[in-house]
């Protein structure tokens, strides 16, 4: 198969990632006990906007059980403390996707934070055309349960498509009976979550992030303008309610979410007083292996 890999689609790819290698640099700098998440946040999705890019999706702030989705709200006073904090950042540029995840621990427990950081490295060792996803599941699961932890089983790495956050195949962090075989310019994320827990995450109560379904008729008029600001401005990418430039923008979602206009995205967690690290890099299939977009 042969890819023209100076071709705009890959080319935004590149820059995207360089963005978020710049701007993951920068929280991770920020990160300390005692400083907002709101303030990490706006810091980083303010960086890539001004870097010529923009958020993918939200910042994920998730702490110690939390595993995903979790993003301050507006006016959200929360600060770090000594935990286990996962930020997940994603970037584009008309629509091409960089997506890139790492553990910041303050809790003491480096050896889980390891195993998510191993698992990762060995399958982008493995990664290449011809390769299973099946193949790289098992190297993640296998890496982890090494370090004497649990792969979360119910979330995988996934393909990124134009526009397509989460696009097929998916990235299995365990082994499966069977797997995609991978392709030269094949752009996925590779996204190992390693826990001390059962190794599997449920739906909390919170939801801040939400994405277009399918577009639709609205009568009120907060709903129809939040439509247009999704519609216009997020497309089919995620996005925070924080986001949103309308007045209640919590009952705008809440009548889009009603007529399966929006859905959201609760916060997985892993079971209360257990740890989930996570460690994820974004990466373009080329003929001789593969490309680390995310990784400086």
């Not at 990124?160 to 991978?182: D, F, K, T, Y």
């Not at 577009?215 to 216009?232: C, K, N, P, Y």
């Amino acid at each position: 198969m042969s890819v023209d890999f100076e071709s705009e689609q890959y080319r935004k790819h590149r820059e995207a990632g360089e963005i978020l290698q710049t701007v993951r640099a920068e929280a991770i700098e920020r990160i300390e006990p005692g400083v907002s998440h709101l303030e990490v946040a706006e810091h980083v999705e303010g960086r890539i906007r001004e870097l010529g890019a923009e958020p993918a999706f939200p910042m994920n702030i998730s702490i110690d059980e939390e595993a995903a989705h979790a993003t301050p709200t507006a006016g959200d006073d929360e600060t770090f403390g000594e935990e286990m904090i996962n930020i997940d950042i994603g970037v584009h540029i008309d629509g091409y996707i960089a997506d890139a995840a790492i553990t910041v621990d303050f809790s003491g427990h480096d050896e889980l934070v390891e195993a998510s950081e191993a698992a990762l490295n060995a399958a982008v060792e493995t990664v290449e055309p011809g390769v299973s996803t099946d193949l790289l599941g098992d190297i993640i699961g296998r890496t982890i349960e090494g370090y004497g932890f649990n792969p979360v089983v119910n979330l995988t790495g996934h393909g990124l498509g134009h526009w397509e956050q989460h696009a097929a195949p998916n990235i299995p962090n365990r082994r499966v009976s069977q797997g995609v075989e991978l392709d030269v310019g094949d752009v996925i994320a590779i996204e190992p979550f390693a826990t001390d827990g059962r190794g599997k995450v449920t739906e909390g109560s919170d939801e801040e992030i939400f994405a277009l379904d399918e577009e639709g008729s609205v009568r009120d008029r907060g709903a129809r303008q939040a439509l247009d600001q999704i519609t216009g401005t997020f497309r089919t990418l995620p996005f925070a309610t924080r986001w949103l430039d309308v007045a209640r923008p919590e009952m705008a979602l809440r009548r889009l979410n009603r007529q399966d206009i929006v859905h959201g995205y609760p916060v997985l967690k892993e079971q209360e007083g257990y740890y989930v690290s996570q460690k994820e890099h974004t990466v373009v299939l080329t003929e001789d292996g593969c490309e680390v977009t995310t990784r400086a």
